[in-house]
Every structure is written in structure tokens, then in C-alpha cells.
């Protein structure tokens, strides 16, 4: 077995890859090829018709097909395989949808559906959904596919094909229209991690990517180089000059006062010095998190935990790099999971959740990174380098960033498109490389500006870790 290179301690400047500009959306025939896609999975499946269901919690697959987010309400796309796909939206959205290239151009069509609307506001002058549906051919002889963010295995629910997580009205009406049996759960068309569409990111896709990676990754640079002892958690948060770009979670942050709720964010608490500190910055398509100590040096924690770099922390880069290294296409998932429990094992770890997943304009799409996983890594797959260590001596430590997994046809197509994203994803993965020592191969793009560092001390964060020569 290939010998783990051992970590070590530098000190350095953070490097600057620049910050680029937001990418202009992607043209409506970018949108149509979508679509086209889409109709081409559901031939595969025997589907007549795609029910494509969002809200604000649940916007992406409607988003990647349209370009177009609910805002307060629900929406429906229906598509047919015939004629341009049908947009159902409520009071408030109807004026928000020329944010989608499609609809602009006249190949989307649209109607309001007042039920869609907050509870109260007008909803008389729209037909029932029932006659909608059946407007588009849904009958007895349709066979829907139904996509909401979620598929079931039979072994988590029984008859997985026919779960289905879309608000039951609407189900029970299709239902009505075209028997229970013929409609099914195809969610996996977009969202399953070995096939689903949103696991093959175009250029526009990683362009859009590497921007919101930027801006998570300088705010969470600006936020550790900002931290002070004494500091209240709402002014360490505000570090992030957030830019009104939509969130892709709600962003966290751990201190001694709340760290036994993993998801919570401010609560006015002081940061101090031998405090634990754990926080994430996340848009559409990135989500940048760092967990460690607000400390100078180990002597500042409890004598149980000056190890903390030797063997907790120091460990973890090091099996990061291995994490790394096997990640090429054709490599199947089980092999970073195995990777993580034989060198990171739980019971000093405590890494529970997936040693990886998929990332889009939702922060978790799907994950191939599991035990026994024979899905593969293949290329154009946006992934979480989010493997998550947690130990009650020890706290946490975290690398999590964004990379993208690309050949070199999506290499080339994305360097003559957008070759100052593409010359910026070179620049870090040389640093990885040529400064941390990290094994990266050359199908990973990283698309964080802070790629791998990690300060183990977060008050002297000009220390970051590396890897023996």
C-alpha cells in the first residue's frame, strides 16, 4: 500500500487567483437543448409527459430546464413531447418570468395558476388543474413522470417508483386523469448521481460555478483574517459582505455557545480565545465552510486536545490528499468511502455523512460516494470536497471547496469560452500542487480561491498546513 505523505506546517500569504465577473446567462438555445435532453430520458422511460414541480426550497431542476426560480410561490413545468413546455406559475411570479431566456423568446409558454398564490390573494380567474393537465393531453393513455427533488429506493419506500415528493393535490389530480400506475417518480433524470443531467455541468454551468466559489471563498478569507478575540458572532458573519446573489443554504455559524446545534447560525455569542469556530459562506453552487479553533497556537486548548494538529487535524489533510488523488473519472464512489473509514476511522473521526457529494444550484444534489458505491466519478461532475470530521476532544477541521471533474473535450470547450475561469482553475491547482504538496489530477478544476487551505489556527491563520516534500 502507497505510504501517506505526512503534513506539515507553513507559513505563508494567502495566494490571490482574482475575482472575475459575474458570466452572463446562458442563451435560450442553452435552455432548449435542456429541454431536448429531457424529452429524449423520457422516450427512454416510455413517458408521455414530464411534471416538473418547484418552490423556493426546491427550485433547481425547474432552474436548469428554464432559468427561472420561484420567488414566494410554487410552480409546475409540464412537458410534453410535442409542443414547446407549459409554465405554470401564481400571481407573483407571472411578472418574474422573463428572467427566463425561453419564455422571452416565446418558447415557453405560461399561464397563471392562482392556487400557486400565497393563501388570500386573488385566485378566481385561473382554471382548475385538473383542466389544465388534461389541456395537455394528460389522459388515460399519458404515462407522467413526476420530478420533485427526491427518488426512493424500495428498500427505504415501499414501491419507490410511485413515491413521489410533489403536494399530493397535484398528484392526486394527475392521478385521477391517468390511473396511479402510470404515474411514477423521475426525479432521477436529473438529480440520480450516475446518469441524472445535473451531474454533467456545461461550461455555462461551471462558469456561473467558479464565480459564486469566489465569492464564498473571499468572503471566508476575509471573515478568518477579520476574526479578533472578543468579536460577537454577528459581527464575524457580517465579514462575509454578502452580495445579494441568491443563497444556496442558510449560512452557519459555530462557536462554543451553540455548537451542539450543528446548523445554527448567530446567536450574539462572544468568540473567545480556545473557542471552537466553525462557519460556511454558500450561493448556488458553492458552499466554502472551515471548522477549527480561535487559538494562536495548541497551547491555547484544553491539555487533552494539544494534539490537536499531530493527530486529528494534520492527519485529516493528509487523507485529503489521497481523497484527491483517486479522484479521476471511471473511479467508483465505494473507493472514497473505503478510503475515508480505513484512514479516518469513526470512532476517532466521527465522519457520518457521504466523504463527498454532488453540488449544483442546490447545495446538495445526489452523492455517487457511498458504501459499496458502483457509481463512477465522470466528467463534468461539480463536487463538495466536504468530508466532515467531528470529535467531542477535538472539534472539527475542514477543507470544504468546489471542484468540477472535466475531460479534456469540457477542458477545451470551457478554455475558449471562458478562458479566464479556465486559467484560474490552472493557477490553483498549481498552487495545491506546488505549494501544499496536494496530488491533483489534471481532469479536477478547483474553483475556490482559498483551494485546500486549511489554517489549524484560526487566529494565526497565515499558518496553513502542507505536505512533506
Same mark, same amino acid.
Given at each position: 500500500?502507497?505510504m501517506?505523505?505526512k503534513?506539515?506546517?507553513?507559513?505563508?500569504?494567502?495566494?490571490?487567483?482574482?475575482?472575475?465577473v459575474?458570466?452572463?446567462q446562458?442563451a435560450?438555445?442553452?435552455?432548449?437543448?435542456?429541454?431536448?435532453?429531457?424529452?429524449?430520458?423520457?422516450?427512454?422511460?416510455?413517458?408521455t409527459?414530464?411534471v416538473v414541480y418547484?418552490?423556493r426550497e426546491?427550485?433547481?431542476n425547474?432552474?436548469?430546464l428554464?432559468?427561472?426560480?420561484?420567488r414566494?410561490e410554487e410552480?409546475?413545468?409540464?412537458?410534453?413531447l410535442?409542443?414547446?413546455?407549459?409554465?405554470?406559475v401564481g400571481?407573483?411570479?407571472?411578472?418574474?418570468?422573463n428572467?427566463s431566456?425561453?419564455?422571452t423568446e416565446?418558447?415557453?409558454?405560461s399561464?397563471t395558476f392562482?392556487?400557486?398564490?400565497?393563501l388570500n390573494?386573488p385566485?378566481?380567474?385561473?382554471?382548475l388543474i385538473?383542466?389544465?393537465?388534461?389541456?395537455?393531453?394528460?389522459n388515460?393513455k399519458?404515462?407522467i413522470?413526476?420530478?420533485?427533488?427526491?427518488y426512493?429506493?424500495?428498500s427505504?419506500q415501499?414501491?419507490?417508483?410511485?413515491?413521489?415528493?410533489?403536494p399530493?393535490?397535484?398528484?392526486?389530480t394527475?392521478?385521477q386523469?391517468?390511473?396511479?400506475?402510470?404515474?411514477v417518480?423521475?426525479?432521477g433524470?436529473f438529480? $440520480?448521481?450516475?446518469?441524472?443531467l445535473?451531474? %454533467?455541468?456545461?461550461?455555462?454551468?461551471i462558469a456561473y460555478f467558479e464565480?459564486?466559489?469566489i465569492?464564498?471563498?473571499?468572503g471566508?478569507k476575509?471573515?478568518l483574517?477579520?476574526?479578533r478575540e472578543?468579536m460577537?458572532?454577528y459581527?464575524?458573519?457580517?465579514l462575509?459582505e454578502?452580495?445579494?446573489?441568491?443563497?444556496?443554504?442558510?449560512?452557519?455559524l459555530?462557536?462554543?455557545?451553540n455548537?451542539d446545534?450543528?446548523?445554527?447560525g448567530p446567536i450574539?455569542?462572544?468568540?473567545?480565545?480556545g473557542?471552537?469556530l466553525?462557519? $460556511?459562506?454558500?450561493?448556488?453552487g458553492?458552499n466554502?465552510?472551515?471548522a477549527g479553533?480561535v487559538?494562536s497556537?495548541s497551547?491555547d486548548?484544553?491539555?487533552t486536545?494539544?494534539?490537536?494538529?499531530e493527530?486529528?487535524?494534520?492527519?485529516?489533510?493528509?487523507?485529503?490528499?489521497s481523497w484527491?488523488?483517486i479522484?479521476?473519472?471511471?473511479?467508483?464512489?465505494?473507493k472514497?468511502?473505503?478510503?475515508?473509514?480505513?484512514?479516518?476511522?469513526?470512532?476517532?473521526?466521527?465522519i457520518?455523512? $457521504?466523504?463527498?457529494h454532488l453540488?449544483?444550484?442546490?447545495e446538495?444534489l445526489?452523492?455517487?460516494?457511498?458504501?459499496?458505491?458502483?457509481?463512477?466519478?465522470h466528467s463534468?461532475m461539480?463536487?463538495q470536497?466536504?468530508?466532515?470530521?467531528?470529535?467531542?476532544?477535538y472539534?472539527?477541521?475542514r477543507?470544504?471547496?468546489g471542484?468540477?471533474?472535466?475531460?479534456?473535450?469540457?477542458?477545451r470547450?470551457?478554455?475558449e469560452? %471562458?478562458?479566464?475561469?479556465y486559467s484560474?482553475c490552472?493557477?490553483?491547482r498549481?498552487?495545491?500542487s506546488?505549494?501544499?504538496? %496536494?496530488?491533483?489530477?489534471e481532469?479536477?478544476?478547483?474553483?475556490s480561491?482559498i483551494p485546500a487551505?486549511v489554517?489549524p489556527f484560526?487566529l494565526?491563520?497565515?499558518?496553513i498546513f502542507?505536505?512533506?516534500?
Open positions: 500500500m502507497k501517506r505523505r503534513h506539515r506546517l507553513i507559513e505563508i500569504e494567502w495566494p490571490e487567483f482574482g475575482h472575475g459575474p458570466p452572463l446562458p435560450a438555445d442553452e435552455f432548449a437543448s435542456r429541454i431536448e435532453l429531457a424529452k429524449t430520458e423520457m422516450e427512454k422511460l416510455g413517458l409527459h414530464l418547484g418552490d426546491h427550485f433547481a425547474l432552474a436548469y428554464t432559468g427561472f426560480d420561484p414566494f410552480a409546475v413545468l409540464i412537458i410534453g410535442q409542443s414547446h413546455p407549459l409554465i405554470l400571481n407573483e411570479c407571472a411578472g418574474y418570468l428572467v431566456p425561453l419564455y416565446g418558447r415557453l409558454r399561464e392562482q392556487p400557486f398564490s400565497l390573494m385566485r378566481g380567474n385561473s382554471r385538473k383542466d389544465i393537465f388534461a389541456g395537455e393531453g394528460i388515460e399519458a404515462i413522470g413526476c420530478v420533485g427533488w427526491k426512493f429506493a424500495d427505504e415501499p414501491d419507490g417508483a410511485h413515491a413521489i415528493d410533489v399530493a393535490y397535484l398528484v392526486d394527475l392521478r386523469l391517468a390511473s396511479r400506475e402510470n404515474v417518480n423521475a426525479t433524470i438529480n $440520480n448521481p450516475d446518469h441524472g445535473r451531474t %454533467f455541468c456545461s461550461i455555462f454551468d464565480y459564486t466559489n465569492l464564498a471563498s473571499e471566508m476575509r471573515m483574517f477579520g476574526l472578543g460577537v458572532d459581527e464575524f458573519a457580517k462575509m454578502y452580495n445579494g446573489i441568491p443563497l444556496g443554504c442558510h449560512p452557519t459555530i462557536t462554543a455557545q455548537k446545534r450543528s446548523l445554527s450574539g455569542a462572544v468568540i473567545r480565545r473557542d471552537p466553525a462557519a $460556511n459562506v454558500c450561493y448556488w458553492s466554502i465552510a472551515r479553533w487559538i497556537s497551547k486548548l484544553l491539555p486536545a494539544q494534539d490537536y494538529v493527530n486529528f487535524a494534520g492527519v485529516y489533510f493528509e487523507v485529503m490528499n484527491f488523488s479522484m479521476k473519472i471511471g473511479t467508483p464512489g465505494d472514497f468511502d473505503q478510503l475515508i473509514k480505513e484512514n479516518l476511522p469513526y470512532d476517532r473521526f466521527g457520518f455523512f $457521504n466523504p463527498g453540488i449544483h444550484l442546490d446538495w445526489s452523492s455517487p460516494i457511498y458504501p459499496g458505491s458502483k457509481d463512477r466519478i463534468g461539480a463536487i470536497v466536504d468530508v466532515i470530521p467531528s470529535s467531542p476532544v472539534f472539527s477541521t477543507m470544504e471547496d471542484i468540477v471533474i472535466a475531460d479534456d473535450d469540457l477542458r470547450h470551457l478554455r469560452r %471562458f478562458p479566464e475561469c484560474r490552472q493557477m490553483r498549481d498552487f495545491m506546488r505549494v501544499l504538496g %496536494f496530488e491533483v489530477p481532469q479536477v478544476l478547483p474553483l480561491n487551505i489554517p484560526f494565526r491563520p497565515n499558518t502542507a505536505l512533506e516534500p
